[in-house]
């Protein structure tokens, strides 16, 4: 029997990971078009050889909430190459990634991303800025969308409409451009598309139709070929992450765990997390003029520490989401086994930055702060840049307030929308903590900052402690925490009071690029994970013989004299169940009816372990799959073995489950 080719499902619609309410009895059993030929044999394990990559050059793109960034390698090399540095940008600041944000012309057409779109439409006349499409940070809409689809639109800051697939399609083709143009400067030959392998990373904790849709927007902007998927990778944010932390050295990590900190201050009343990034950045700063990376053959120093079956956690701390995964060691050949499949939320960075917006809310009035950004749009714009600055400085301890500069569109439109100035609605207000400088600033004190910060890094403890309460992740060794708010010390400090009585938190000095070399290194061996949890339950639903009291009466169907039970839901893996790499379920089944000449197989899952029928809670159907017969040829006896169904009009079929994503 032939195997059945690796699925990939291009309708977002029928793949919607929300719970959708089953379809009637009458409607399922009509769908029920196969039966068990065999009894389902349990799942083994077939060897398979490792294959060496046979792409010349592998192209990682980090795409996050707040920064994206891309990386290369070529295959024959140990060195990964970051992007060169970016026009625009801060100045004195070494730009590890340019900010998400993306600019279309008021007809639609790509203009700029990152850096270049910020600053240009920061520079715009507010008149004319009102008819071009600013979008930030609008990832974040792909995981909070529960019915996506193809036609799930973005809402630019102007209030203008577009379809989310163009948006990410016309941010993946930027990058394509940008990182082809630098793999031709480094390369000796010419290089075709099809040499090429992408890898893009997502949140582990996305739904399936989350991911689906990262590749269709790959699809769009031409990174590859539908008809060559395999040339394109989905990679998980916190497991790229766990790949590279295999390679840290001593000198390159942070122990959070070796620095004691009462009060949030070192005992000399330095703050060491402070300091400690201080150095790291500058180490960082002296070698990124080449943006070249050696990664060292074998594992690194703190692996060596490590025994087999030794576990530790990734904490992925980005702008959108916290991630949140468990892998086992396994050595001597350190592939990677995950134990517990992946959790976390929507707790990123970006939660700060809406604390901010609902503090002003709160302050000037939430009807002045949505008109400012309708008509001011740059100048909030510039506002969200000047508090994205003054909150990477906020640090435990702190004893003067931050000041954050309020453009003078805000002083302005304020007094002509309200009649009075912004001084006079912080002295009415009674935000005490919040106050306002002569100088045209307003003064965030140290318990506002707390304020803000809290209710994120409350929601990112609370996962991580529930995380390591679970009996399946007892003797955790290490904590890994990584991801760009992972540079934040208000989150260090809290993370290090919480667990690491129980474990070492170890923070990479390169956090910000832990994500994207970890891709790199993924898309040169994918089967570096050799174990990985099932996130949901999936199945398919087939017809069985019919048992008195043991099927309910509504399941009976009556067939050519016999009684089956029809929406019975054959699970091929069940939620949180471990999938080794090269490990295949298989199941033959043979057709309902006599002289059928088509199957159609309608693929289920559930977030239960239990679910027996098709109709039952929680189970939806996410794909379908279209087998055409072949012609019958006279057989010159029965069939050998068990025969569940009415007839048998062809060759039984097989399906098999290669790859679970």
Known sequence: MAEAPELHYHDLNSAQDELSVPSSPATVRSECDITPLTPSPSPRVEVRPHMACPFSVVVAIDFGTTSSGYAFSFTHSEAIHVMKRWEGGDPGVANQKSPTCLLLTPDLKFHSFGFSARDFYHDLDPDEARHWLYFDKFKMKIHSTSDLSMETELEAV??????????????????????????????????????????????AVWRQPAKQFMREAAYLAGLVSSDCPEQLLIALEPEAASIYCRKLRLHQVIDLSTQPIPNGLGVDGSRPFDSSFRQAREQLRRSRHSRTFVVESGTGELWSELQTGDRYVV??????????????????????????????????????????EAMLCQIFGEDFIQSFKAKRPAAWVDLSIAFEARKRTAAPGRANALNISLPFSFIDFYKRHRGHSVEAALRRSSMNIVKWSSQGMLRLTQEAMNELFQPTIQNIIRHIEELLSRPEVQGVRFLFLVGGFAESPMLQKAIQRSVSRSCRVIIPHDVGLTILKGAVLFGLDPSVVRV????????VGVLNRFVEGRHPRDKLLLKDGREWCTDILDRFVCVDQSVALGEVVRRSYTPARVGQRKIIINIYCSRSDDAVYVTDPGVRKCGTITLDLPQPSPAPGPPQGPRLSAGRSGPPCSLETLRLR
Do not use: M
């Not at 991630?323 to 592939?335: M, R, S, Y």
């Not at 990985?532 to 199945?539: F, N, V």
């Open 158 to 203: 102007n209030g203008r409409k577009v379809r989310a697939i163009e948006v990410f399609a016309h941010a993946l083709h930027f990058f394509r451009e940008h990182a082809l143009k630098e793999v031709k400067e480094q390369s000796s030959s010419v290089l075709e598309g099809e040499e090429i392998r992408w890898v893009i990373t997502v949140p």
């Open 532 to 539: 990985r949890r099932c996130p949901l339950t999936y199945g």
């Open 315 to 356: 904490a992925d701390c980005g702008g959108g989401t916290v991630d949140l995964t468990v892998h086992q060691i396994e050595q001597p050949q350190g592939t990677l086994k995950e134990l517990y499949k992946a959790s976390g939320g929507p707790h990123g960075a970006v939660g700060v930055d809406l604390a901010f």
